[in-house]
């Protein structure tokens, strides 16, 4: 199996680029780059300036497969048109697009993932998070903040402190609050259910036209919680 470590001049951030391989990223205790690939690594597709950027091209026309360890908190962006991503470890801001592949992201700083009919998971993004995809399901399950959408897939976002934003056309949303937080929940015939953290008293503005929204919780102003859907069922519940 083929293997390169690089120095490292400075903080890194990784560009990485392939069309149909899968790459993976762990950020681990250490100050160097590490690759693998099941396809000779190739020294013209890597290039490394010295403040730390390295933009690396996967080898066998943009189809081998990358294994990369990079030193925690590092920066990535990563782009496959159909190969799967997965990054594991502490990583720092992250910006991920895919057509079809596959994200996982087990924790990250900051996230901005985005595929076509790919499904993303992601496991803890302390900071912003960000999931777009037109067909597959989305879900993030700790997060400082979020933003998320998709035309006919799920969103699910189980734990969120900051404030949430999610639109989908006909696909289910389902989210949980952490703190006081306002919410902004869109659907046309996707179900909303918002689940309330015990104590704290929001502000609803719920609207469906082929139901009535349920709300039981204490009604206050600590957040505000925004939801519509066209036919949708609107649930807001606490935890």
Known sequence: MPELTLAIPGSLELHVGTRSGRVSITGEDRQDLHIESDAPIREDKIRVDATGRVSLKSSRGGSGWLKLRVPAGADLKVGTVSGNVELYGPLGRARVTTVS???????????????????????????????????????????????????????????????????????????????????????????????????????????????????????????????????GKIEVLPA
Request: glycine share 10%; charged share 25%.
């Open 101 to 231: 592949g596959k994200i996982d992201v087990e924790r990250a700083e900051a996230l901005d993932a985005r595929s076509i009919s790919g499904t993303i998971t992601v496991g803890e993004c302390s900071g912003r998070c960000r999931l777009s995809s037109k067909s597959g399901n989305v879900s993030c399950n700790t997060a400082g903040q979020a933003q998320a959408s998709t035309i006919s897939g799920r969103i699910q976002l189980d734990e969120v402190s900051g404030k949430i934003v999610a639109n989908s056309a006909s696909g289910r949303i389902e989210v949980g609050l952490l703190a006081a937080c306002d919410v902004a929940v869109r659907t046309m015939s996707g179900a909303v259910r918002v689940q309330v953290p015990k104590g704290v008293r929001p502000h609803p503005h719920l609207r469906s036209l082929s139901s009535k929204p349920r709300f039981s919780c204490e009604r206050g102003d600590d957040c505000t919680i925004n939801a519509r859907s066209l036919s």
